[in-house]
């Protein structure tokens, strides 16, 4: 009953429902060209190094869920290891033989990506190494981050985070519970892990033509820190394409980043008690304040961004009173007569697309020339100090604002001390509060940048980089911005799936089932901090191998 006069109260409202009520086949969408799939136990049953096609057998709903997929334009690849070759379980015309027995029974792949080698021979193809993933995407005439990966285990998942793709995993019984808790995103089945495919694809497609917007001057809203001003930058450039003004209402922890996006005219710094942790207590004079600029400002709609767990009610119950005339955001809770465009969006989209899915609801889609990935104003950037040096250090930022996403202070020393005896430059990073900590960690080798830069000299000193070691904070969104690999030291209070680098090639360590996981917490509620503690310092060396960074 209670949904039904929601229902009934709403319909003055747009309500966008996200994606599971659009229509199926072909749109316009920017996130996806490609699907790349590992075949055994992802497209056919598991048969160790197998070799006669009598054995295929597709998993239940194959061929639909690949049909759906062509349905939609995407083209299909398969990327596999097939060590049985190189361990002289079967011949190159055995492999041939059951390839073409998978194509009979799953239909055409437009391209196979087969590495041969077995793990001894450490070739740059065999997965987790992203060689194949590379490989694909160029076959394919795209590149990785604009490919999707759906696959069984962590090699899968790893081969696609270290080349920028997006990953699915579909667990086997044979797939380990901690390769499981470290994916970024988990299905049940391959029809499921379709389903969420297409339905991001649907999220950020461009609306029907009588939805599209443009012309006017729209205010845009993204509270919180610097971070999540960055993730929300895809978004803004969305509505910048159809807008003739964009004016940014940011909070002060976010405005270094908002100076630094593409797409916005003016920018607004206002703090938001609603928004801000610890909370401030609501001053009625500030509140008619910025009821008052944001009246100034005569805009013709507002799009209002915000994270998953954050409500927009409060803020546009304001635009209504400063006489916004059209508002757009994602609501769980009834809105009343607050939005124009509710949107709903499913638990799990990645933040960027988060915020462009709202875009696209509001009538502003990404136009087709735009990648749906971090950007910032590289021509904002400032001169790098003189003492980080030549390009292609390596870049450590121990520190952050929220204790546990922190990289623990022994492990960052012990990481500088083996990068560097590797052949490493390291350069540490921090805030002007983080002195002492960068002063204790460079100490064990690196360049102590601590104090001297702020957010735009620390991506100026990013963009120069070959890598930054870093932990669930915001220079690693810098970085995704300037497209430079990221070691993620990343602890699990929050998604990987949500909150990781975007669509730049990464490597995750630390432990993601962790008794920390999805709390949110601020203050790490587990002695030690022993999701990242534990890291070996050897890890990180390795995974820089893994991204091609060598000293």
């Known amino acids: 009953m209670r949904a039904d006069r929601e229902r009934d109260q709403c319909r003055s409202a747009r309500v966008h429902p996200g994606a599971d009520r659009l229509p199926s086949g072909r749109y316009d969408s920017a996130l996806y060209d490609a699907v790349l799939l590992d075949r055994d136990g992802t497209l056919v049953e598991d048969v160790p190094y197998n070799g006669d096609p009598e054995k295929v057998r597709p998993v239940p709903g194959a061929r639909e869920a690949l049909d759906r997929l062509r349905a939609a334009g995407l083209r299909l690849a398969v990327v596999t290891n097939q060590s049985g070759l190189a361990r002289g379980y079967f011949t190159a015309h055995d492999l041939r033989r059951v390839n073409a027995r998978v194509e009979e029974l799953l239909g055409p792949f437009d391209h196979w990506a087969i590495c041969p080698h077995a793990e001894p021979d450490r070739c740059g193809c065999r997965k987790p190494a992203p060689g194949l993933v590379h490989a694909a995407a160029r076959a394919l005439g795209t590149t990785a981050r604009r490919c999707v ?45 379709v389903d969420t495919v297409l339905t991001r694809m649907r999220l950020v497609a461009a609306p029907a033509p009588d939805h599209r917007r443009g012309g006017g001057t729209v205010l845009v809203v993204r509270s919180d820190a610097a971070g999540d001003v960055l993730v929300t930058g895809p978004g803004i450039r969305a509505v910048a394409a159809g807008a003739r003004r964009v004016v940014l209402l940011c909070g002060p922890r976010g405005r270094a980043a908002a100076d630094l996006l593409p797409g916005v005219d003016e920018i607004i710094q206002w703090p938001l008690p609603w928004i801000d942790a610890p909370a401030p207590p609501v001053d ?83 136009p087709g020339h735009d990648e749906p990935a971090l950007r910032l104003r590289t021509d904002r950037l400032p001169p790098v100090p003189a003492a980080a040096g030549a390009p292609g250090y390596v870049v450590l930022h121990p520190g952050s604002s929220v204790e546990t996403r922190a990289c623990p202070v022994e492990l960052a020393t012990r990481v500088v001390r083996v990068l560097g005896a590797a052949g490493h430059r390291v350069v540490v990073t921090g805030g002007p509060d983080e002195r002492e900590l960068t002063a204790r960690v460079a100490a064990a080798g690196g360049v102590d940048l601590g104090g001297r830069t702020g957010l735009d000299e620390l991506a100026a000193v990013i963009a120069r980089a070959g890598a930054l070691v870093v932990g669930n904070t915001g220079p690693a969104h810098l970085a995704a911005a300037l497209d430079v690999p990221v070691v993620s030291l990343f602890a699990p209070t929050v998604p990987f799936g949500q909150w990781g680098p975007y669509r730049v090639p990464t ?3 630390g432990d993601a089932g962790a008794a920390c996981r999805d709390t949110r917490a601020t203050a790490c509620p587990v002695p030690g901090h022993p999701c990242l503690s534990a890291v070996e310092p050897g890890r990180v060396l390795e995974a820089l191998r893994l991204l091609g960074v060598v000293g």
Request: hydrophobic fraction near 55%; glycine fraction near 6%; charged fraction near 15%.
């Open 507 to 509: 490597v995750r360590l």
């Open 284 to 366: 009625p004079t500030a509140i008619r304040a910025l009821t008052d600029r944001l009246a100034a400002v005569h805009a013709d709609e507002a799009v209002v961004f915000t994270s998953f767990h954050q409500s927009p009610l409060p803020l546009a119950l304001l635009l209504r009173m400063a006489g916004v005339p059209r508002i757009s955001a994602i609501s769980d809770d009834y809105p009343g007569a607050l939005l124009d465009v509710r949107h709903r969006v499913p638990v799990g989209v990645p933040e960027p697309e988060r915020a462009l899915s709202l875009a696209a609801a509001a009538g502003y889609p990404l």
């Open 149 to 193: 990966l759906i696959g069984d285990i962590g090699a899968d998942m790893a081969a696609a985070a270290a080349a920028g793709a997006a990953a699915v995993l579909v667990p086997t019984p044979a797939t380990r519970a901690a390769e499981v808790a470290a994916a970024p995103t988990v299905a049940a089945d391959l029809p499921d892990a």
